[in-house]
T-cell receptor
Framework: GENVEQHPSTLSVQEGDSAVIKCTYS??????FPWYKQELGKGPQLIID?????GEKKDQRIAVTLNKTAKHFSLHITETQPEDSAVYFC???????????FGAGTILRVKS | GAVVSQHPSRVICKSGTSVKIECRSL??????MFWYRQFPKQSLMLMAT?????????EQGVEKDKFLINHASLTLSTLTVTSAHPEDSSFYIC????????????FGPGTRLTVL
């Protein structure tokens, strides 16, 4: 089945700097890669996703890149702000079915 | 983005009682919803897939008689924790798959269950 690995587990950056979180997946047939942000005590919120027909997608300060050959995708946050502090999860679907397999999560701390 | 609601947001119950959690997709129809459990500082653990009009599919190790799932309409799935015990205390989160429009999964805000 699908296996998703996420790195780093924790990331501390200074306000205004960029943050990058990387995920690798095992199923080469996966074609959808969402990123979720989870604040303490809340449910995950979809912040950006990418499908396999494009290599990059950007939404203001957030971008996701996809390398299908290497089977990895990354979340890029530029000009980080304290409110970006949260846990971020990447996910990928298995070949069959629509269940998402989640990475272990990355705790992002933005220091002001 | 699409909205998924959960009710209640917090519940405290006595050991041995049953608790029902509702998950609703507010602005789209969801033939498939998912129920997750999350322990502190851990990732999301899928418990079961809720299919509208049919039986839920449970993940390995999840007791179907303990965690009853009903998906009676295209906008509502319920999770009932039966005969709850302190070890069932956790953060339960549902999600709904918008397969008709955005083909994207959206999460509810979660329910904090505390069993005394």
């Amino acid at each position: 089945g699908e296996n998703v690995e996420q790195h780093p587990s924790t990331l501390s950056v200074q306000e205004g700097d960029s943050a990058v979180i990387k995920c690798t997946y095992s199923d080469s047939a996966s074609n959808y890669f969402p990123w979720y942000k989870q604040e303490l005590g809340k449910g995950p919120q979809l912040i950006i996703d990418i499908r396999s027909n494009v290599g990059e997608k950007k939404d203001q300060r957030i971008a996701v890149t996809l390398n299908k050959t290497a089977k990895h995708f990354s979340l890029h946050i530029t000009e980080t702000q304290p409110e970006d502090s949260a846990v971020y999860f990447c996910a990928a679907p298995p070949l069959y079915g629509n269940k998402l397999v989640f990475g272990a999560g990355t705790i992002l701390r933005v220091k002001s | 983005g699409a909205v998924v609601s959960q009710h209640p947001s917090r519940v405290i119950c006595k050991s041995g009682t049953s608790v029902k959690i509702e998950c609703r997709s507010l602005d789209f129809q969801a033939t498939t919803m998912f129920w997750y459990r999350q322990f502190p500082k851990q990732s999301l653990m899928l418990m079961a897939t809720s299919n509208e009009g049919s039986k839920a599919t449970y993940e390995q190790g999840v007791e179907k008689d303990k965690f009853l799932i009903n998906h009676a309409s295209l906008t509502l799935s319920t999770l009932t924790v039966t005969s709850a015990h302190p070890e069932d205390s956790s953060f339960y989160i549902c999600s709904a798959w918008d397969s008709h429009s955005t083909d994207t999964q959206y999460f509810g805000p979660g329910t904090r269950l505390t069993v005394l």
